[in-house]
T-cell receptor, first 112, second 112 residues
Framework: DQQVKQNSPSLSVQEGRISILNCDYTNSMFDYFLWYKKYPAEGPTFLISISSIKDKNEDGRFTVFLNKSAKHLSLHIVPSQPGDSAVYFCAASGYNNNDMRFGAGTRLTVKP | DTGVSQDPRHKITKRGQNVTFRCDPISEHNRLYWYRQTLGQGPEFLTY????????KSRLLSDRFSAERPKGSFSTLEIQRTEQGDSAMYLC??????????FGQGTRLTVV
């Protein structure tokens, strides 16, 4: 059951521009949403999260937006850098954080 | 190194053999997760421990799969009578109970 969906398998952006990665979910019981970044041959690395009581969380160049009514969240990276090139996974969990559900990932390529 | 450690990094086994993977979580993290990731997909939840108690188990975890976390420290994931469909990256993550889990580098299993 695909409770978390990332419909864009890939995204290519020019260095210095904004990268916008999107994620949709179906389970209204999800309370926490997270973004992970994954480089080849490494496990996913936690990037940023947002609670369902907020609609925006910012950490440096990374901002996550949550639209609960649309069951949609997005990750904005600005300005994008070549080192940001990786696969980005969106994840969601319930309040007790017992099991995170992941999307299929979006491969971001930032071109110099 | 204080991160999540997984052993082995790679495992090639013949169909029908049993395999066991080990995960050493970050010290004092009471939550431990196992995920499986196949090519082009996000990590799929397998099971979750809080301390030594296995609290959740995915439908994906057939009877051939068993996980343990004796004494609430390291964890093992055993697959009996491996099948080619078991070929995947097996990821372990740990969490202190707050938001965000930290992943190990994974064990890549190839069943031939």
């Amino acid at each position: 059951d695909q409770q978390v969906k990332q419909n864009s398998p890939s995204l290519s952006v020019q260095e210095g521009r904004i990268s916008i990665l999107n994620c949709d979910y179906t389970n209204s019981m999800f309370d926490y949403f997270l973004w992970y970044k994954k480089y080849p041959a490494e496990g996913p690395t936690f990037l940023i999260s947002i609670s369902s009581i907020k609609d925006k969380n910012e950490d440096g160049r990374f901002t996550v937006f949550l639209n609960k009514s649309a069951k949609h969240l997005s990750l904005h990276i600005v300005p994008s850098q070549p080192g940001d090139s990786a696969v980005y996974f969106c994840a969601a969990s319930g309040y007790n954080n017992n099991d995170m559900r992941f999307g299929a990932g979006t491969r971001l390529t930032v071109k110099p | 190194d204080t991160g999540v450690s997984q052993d082995p990094r790679h495992k090639i086994t013949k169909r029908g053999q049993n395999v066991t993977f080990r995960c050493d979580p970050i010290s004092e993290h009471n939550r431990l997760y196992w995920y499986r990731q196949t090519l082009g997909q996000g990590p799929e939840f397998l099971t979750y421990f809080q301390n030594e108690a296995q609290l959740e188990k995915s439908r994906l975890l057939s009877d051939r799969f068993s996980a343990e976390r004796p004494k609430g420290s390291f964890s093992t994931l055993e697959i009996q009578r491996t099948e080619q469909g078991d070929s995947a990256m097996y990821l372990c993550a740990s969490s202190p109970g707050e938001l965000g889990a930290f992943f190990g580098q994974g064990t890549r299993l190839t069943v031939v």
